[in-house]
């Protein structure tokens, strides 16, 4: 098992930046996968960006090119640095981790981008 503890959300004006952390409660070295996804009201759970034990990374195409995540595996943390932020990336942002065949989740951070 781990907890998953997220911080760095807010409110922003767009074009402004964020850097999400997650803190793990164990080791996530042999963790293979870790991520970020958010959700709106209304909408589903969405993929924003993963991150695999060998830093493989994969981005949801709405934040190609503005978002960049990286994993800290002598912190166990994961980062999520958003760039270039826009109003329609407001949402609950959540970390993720993979433990097959479990899934865990953080309690989720608000992420708010302002016109």
């Known amino acids: 098992q781990v907890q998953l503890v997220e911080s760095g959300g807010g409110l922003v004006q767009a074009g402004g930046s964020l850097r999400l952390s997650c803190a793990a409660s164990r080791s996530i070295f042999s963790i293979n996968v870790m991520g970020w996804y958010r959700q709106t009201p209304g909408k589903e759970r969405e993929l924003v960006a993963v991150i695999r034990s060998g830093c493989i990374t994969n981005y949801a195409d709405f934040v190609k090119g503005r978002f960049t995540i990286s994993r800290d595996n002598a912190k166990n943390t994961v980062h999520l640095q958003m760039n270039s932020l826009k109003p329609e990336d407001t949402a609950v942002y959540y970390c993720?981790?993979?433990?097959?065949?479990?899934?865990?989740w953080g309690q989720g951070t608000q992420v708010t981008v302002s016109s």
């Open positions: 993720y981790s993979l433990m097959t065949p479990d899934q865990y």
